[in-house]
């Protein structure tokens, strides 16, 4: 069954809520799509049916009235709503890379179609290709995609006016089209065989303004095995850890609100876990540890920064924790990094 992750669709789903907000019945609607009432939309490892990212936007269009709701929705992407993907993104050295990780990645994000970069003597082609035969019910869907695309890549490039030459649609045009014509260019095309975005070449080689390739090529081995283990069935112990890392941003997670994400009780939690001879707290620190590897060999984080998204209260309690994993401090360990690095 071809499948969306559930931080994908959590992203869908709180656009299209936020949409209705002065509408009752959208939200039971948009849960019964949903089948598990949304329990699962918290959880990092939990994926859904496709065909539900496309019932949630126009279920919102039925129930609302609203127009252009894949473009609405669209319009609030941005990398960190792709966690890891995301994040990789704003490491590469341009829009070229950016699309070719993309293509590598996207089944992590979604299975309903792919996207591929054609780059041309004076302009450029992102080409979607759906893996689906209904256009017209995903209409909304392949919107959103290329609002997020442009979003994304305007918001990468810090650059609002990047030119967009034509814009191709292969569903049916909508009775107004003025958002699309300000969000793409005026010269839309519908009934289109292909969907596509076609802009000036030059914006794939803009160098882009965080770029990292030593931490990028940390997340590509990172994602390279998540998607040798997307089907595979995943123990306790990695599920609770893909949710620790998840919540570390805001501090140290409780065990309490991570079994309530994995949808069971604490007292479960704690069971299972010893089954795979595990406790909560060395997940944790695994899951800390595992994070900060990638962090410490960036030469972008500052060590509060690494602490704060460790979820440590302050640099000293991280400053403790990361010498009993290493036996030296951040700083030594940074050095020794330098120096290695500087005889290669």
Known sequence: MKTVSSPYLKMIYEGCSNLGKFHESLEPTLREILRDNGRNLQNPT??????????????????????????????THRPKTLLDIGYAFTLCDNLKDVMALNQRFQPLIQQIGTTQLDVEDHSAWLRWTPLYQDRDFYAEFTEMIFTGYAAIGRWLLWDQDAPILSMHFRHSAPDNTDMQKSLFCENLIYDSDIDGIEFVSRAVKVPMPNRDPKLLSILTERLEKKLDQLHAPISIAKETMICVQTLLPEGRPSISKVAKIMGMSERTLRRRLKDEGQTYNSVLENARKDACEAYMRSETFRQTDIALALGYSDQTAFSRAFKGWHKNTPTEYRRRLAQNASLT
């Open 46 to 75: 939990h994926r859904y049916p496709r065909r539900c990212a496309a019932e949630l936007l126009n279920a919102t269009v039925k129930v609302t009235g609203e127009t252009a709701v894949g473009i609405k929705v669209g319009m």
